[in-house]
């Protein structure tokens, strides 16, 4: 919608350039329009660029900010950096993945999101805690403790998919099981 406002505005100014170049005596007021109307549209089109790029990164990172500035105590920030890592240690594969086929792109996007989920799991238990009776955090460590799977099994993915692309002409078919039970395990995880 802003984008077509701005560029309306854009056309609406460059017609108003092209009859002021034709119509006045003046041609130095007619390039000074026209150098305007060039330097709006290339600023305005490039802040709409650049704040869609913000906000799809502000959702992205929604999850990461809340959870840490949930734990305002300090009660939690052993959890809190566990899951904090084992969602960088997932996001940092994401320039690999990338490569990978479709479906393992999806699959990465899954496990991403999974992590992501945890994060918010994380922080909706840690904003809801009885910091009075400070009862044993159960849920969070369960939380903890099955990122730790995921990553594991991504880890394992991953590492088997390194192998397959890097020794094609060496392709054990124990590899392809073992992609395959790991696919397996992550969709039962889920």
């Known amino acids: 919608m802003n984008f077509r406002i701005v560029n309306t505005i854009s056309v609406i100014m460059f017609i108003f350039c092209v009859i002021l170049l034709f119509a006045a005596d003046n041609l130095a ?19 709409l660029i650049t704040q869609g790029k913000r906000e799809e990164k502000a959702l992205a990172d929604a999850p990461i900010e809340r959870l840490g500035k ?15 890592t084992q969602y960088n240690s997932i996001s940092s594969r994401a320039e690999y993945m990338q490569k990978t086929t479709d ?26 805690y009885d910091y009075y009776t400070r009862p044993e955090p159960v ?12 990553v594991q099994k991504f880890n394992i993915l991953v590492e088997q998919l390194v192998d397959i692309d890097t020794n094609p002409t060496s392709l054990d078919m124990n590899y392809v099981d073992d992609v395959v039970e790991c696919l397996q395990e992550m969709q039962a995880m889920q």
Not at 140 to 148: K, M, P, V
């Open 29 to 47: 007021i007619g390039i000074s329009f026209s150098a305007l109307w060039l330097l709006y549209t290339i600023v305005a089109n490039a802040y």
């Open 70 to 84: 949930c734990d305002k105590r300090g009660l939690f920030r052993n959890e809190v950096q566990i899951l904090f």
């Open 103 to 128: 479906s393992m792109q999806e699959l990465y996007g899954r496990i991403l999101e999974q992590a992501k989920s945890n994060m918010d799991s994380a922080a909706a238990y840690i904003e809801s």
């Open 139 to 150: 849920y969070l460590h369960n939380l903890c403790r099955q990122g730790d799977q995921l």
